[in-house]
């Protein structure tokens, strides 16, 4: 399947610092980046859905000024928390969508990068 | 609105045994696309399977299996002789088209234990 890469694994940073998350397509270019949030031993949450070229889509509760995303590009869209506080301590995973020819689309995820926030 | 069900929270079996994973939907779209996907220690998703709302027949790849029943809004996946590298959580998801793009919804995931 397809290669998505994340950057850094993993950040420890100070409340009120900000922390910039990398997530990158290798073989292949996304329109469509997804970031997702992930609580111990809970399901993933979608956070926002990012879009090369245009603002991206935040779900209901997700402070977009908190969690900013841009999409630069093809291969590379990124989340900045913003004045990161213990509470955004968590596991953030991108995704990124791969349509193929016959139209069939997959996200494919990053590794995930494990925030905390002291 | 869409929800994905894995009742199984839980399961723990001995290598070597089958076990079968959960997963119901609800949807009103027509087209939908169902996945699963498994999420080992290291926390990294990896995709498993896709299968659209059109495609009723059941896959298999190797030691993985997948029931797919439109009739009990179902798509349960089957492992076969499991192995202890089998461990981890698995998500199904389901995904719908609504402006323009699909966004996954998945379940809560089911954790699999393989004990040697």
């Known amino acids: 399947g397809a290669v998505v890469s994340q950057h850094p694994s993993r950040v420890i940073c100070k409340s009120g610092t900000s922390v910039k998350i990398e997530c990158r397509s290798l073989?292949?270019?996304?329109?469509?980046m997804f970031w997702y949030r992930q609580f111990p031993k809970q399901s993933l949450m979608l956070m926002a859905t990012s879009n090369e070229g245009s603002k991206a889509t935040y779900e209901q509760g997700v402070e977009k000024d908190k969690f900013l995303i841009n999409h630069a590009s093809l291969t590379l869209s990124t989340l900045t928390v913003t004045s990161a506080h213990p509470e955004d301590s968590s596991f953030y995973i991108c995704?990124?969508?791969?349509?193929?020819?016959?139209?069939?689309?997959?996200?494919?995820f990053g590794p995930g990068t494990r925030l905390l926030v002291l | 609105a869409q929800k994905v069900t894995q009742a199984q929270t839980e399961i723990s079996v001995v290598e070597k045994e089958d076990v079968t994973l959960d997963c119901v939907y609800e949807t009103r779209d027509t087209t939908y696309y169902l996945f699963w996907y498994k999420q080992p220690p290291s926390g990294e998703l990896v995709f498993l399977i896709r299968?659209?709302?059109?495609?009723?027949q059941n896959e298999i790849s190797g030691r993985y299996s997948w029931n797919f029943q439109k009739s009990t809004s179902s798509f349960n996946f089957t492992i076969t002789a499991s192995q202890v590298v089998d461990s981890a959580v698995y998500f199904c998801?389901?995904?719908?088209?609504?402006?323009?793009?699909?966004?996954?919804?998945f379940g809560k995931g089911t954790m699999l234990l393989v004990s040697p």
């Open positions: 995704s990124a969508r791969d349509i193929m020819e016959t139209g069939k689309e997959t996200q494919y």
């Open positions: 299968r659209n709302s059109f495609d009723e």
């Open positions: 073989d292949f270019q996304a329109t469509t």
């Open positions: 998801a389901l995904s719908e088209w609504y402006s323009g793009y699909s966004t996954l919804t």
